[in-house]
């Protein structure tokens, strides 16, 4: 004969099933001439008892819990995806009433998210998880919390930690929802056994705005010409270097410094972008400010606001370009340089020369009269001709 005894601790409700078997070998008799007996094949050699657990649940037999469970987002404000790579959610569970019975914990989360681990600071809980494969399903956590029994006053506080994919697209805001149920026949009316909660989305993104190598660097104008123009251009390039991403692009453009324009063409345009209004809000001292620092920004000029609207994909890149006529009716620096050059007068010079000249050829002429340079050779032969017949 052998008892087998089979106890299954996980889930109490269940009675403990004890199997009887046994087995019958007959011993040949002589005096039957060495026949042996046998049972006969319909005999059963198991027998079954159950023997069930006496559930303390007062004199009525009845056991009600009072469940209370809530969660949070340990901290957190939003999944910050591309950001962080963990997003925890914080679960307590605790019963106000008499013994729950194998209480268990659902909780349900967004595609995007990946079950990493469970971290339980009071009472044994035990989880699994199945993420959500596509973006239309969701992912469920299923926790067993102090199988198989929560008693009376106690609790249960965990963590559960997901991954967040940085690939994954979510919306604004993403929904969590948990749900808490037990074997007990009846639950206190106090009980909160359903919680649902939302949390915003935040994304990373590696965006750069870059001036290209083909944007003008200097213009130069005259003094006193006020009535020059020279071609400017300012290409602007944005790269995305991570997901695919909407956003808006806002470009200031000075147009007027006081009351002269700095473009020739008031209506400048940028393409694929919208000019708003412009904005006027210039300080009132802004000739000061814009002697001293020498910078033309919408502090101190009339500026037009251009928005640009963006989608660029992974590794895409777009360019905006700033192009026209910058006037000379005022010469200062901007954001490309202008380098002021005075015209060169040569009258001065000229008239100064001229009149030295003639000074030096006067008196160099007069020294070689009277050094006799002047004299000509005929006059000296006759005036010796002259001495002579005298003599």
């Not at 006969?40 to 469940?67: E, M, Y």
């Amino acid at each position: 004969m052998h008892l087998i005894q089979q106890a299954f601790s996980e889930d109490f409700m269940n009675p403990l099933v004890n199997q009887l078997m046994f087995t019958f070998e007959g011993l040949p008799s002589k005096s039957l001439q060495n026949l042996r007996p046998v049972l006969l094949p319909d005999i059963k050699t198991t027998s079954d008892h159950n023997l069930d657990f006496d559930i303390n649940c007062g004199h009525d037999d009845i056991c009600v819990d009072d469940l209370r469970m809530d969660f949070n987002f340990s901290g957190s404000t939003n999944i910050e995806v591309g950001i962080k790579q963990e997003i925890n959610v914080t679960v307590l569970v605790e019963n106000r009433g008499e013994n729950s019975l194998n209480p268990l914990l659902t909780l349900k989360y967004p595609y995007g998210l990946s079950y990493r681990r469970i971290t339980a600071k009071q009472n044994l809980v035990e989880c699994v998880s199945l993420d959500g494969e596509q973006r239309d399903s969701v992912g469920v956590t299923t926790c067993y919390i102090s199988k198989p029994i929560l008693k009376g006053n106690a609790r249960a506080l965990f963590r559960i930690t997901y991954n967040i994919d940085k690939e994954s697209s979510f919306d604004q805001n993403v929904i969590f929802r948990a749900e808490i149920n037990s074997r007990n026949s009846q639950h206190s009316q106090t009980s909160e056994l359903l919680r649902e909660k939302s949390i915003g989305v935040k994304y990373g993104i590696y965006i750069a705005l870059i001036r290209h190598e083909d944007s003008s660097l200097h213009i130069n104008f005259t003094a006193d010409k006020n009535d020059l123009e020279k071609p400017v251009k300012q290409i602007l390039k944005v790269e995305n270097d991570f997901r695919e991403l909407s956003f808006s692009v806002l470009l200031r453009v000075p147009l007027m410094l006081g009351n002269q324009f700095i473009w020739t063409d008031g209506n400048l345009q940028i393409a694929d972008c919208m000019k708003q209004l412009d904005d006027p809000q210039v300080r009132s001292d802004f000739l000061e400010v814009f002697k001293k620092d020498r910078v033309l920004n919408c502090s101190v000029a009339v500026c037009a606001v251009f928005r640009c609207d963006v989608t660029l994909s992974r590794n895409e890149r777009t360019l905006f370009n700033i192009s026209g006529n910058v006037s000379s009716a005022w010469i200062e620096q901007i954001s490309t340089q202008v380098e002021v050059f005075e015209e060169v007068d040569l009258t001065k010079q000229i008239s100064a020369g001229v009149l030295g000249g003639l000074l030096l050829l006067a008196l160099i002429t007069t020294a070689l009269h009277k050094a006799g340079f002047f004299k000509s050779r005929y006059k000296q032969l006759l005036e010796t001709a002259e001495q002579n017949v005298e003599e």
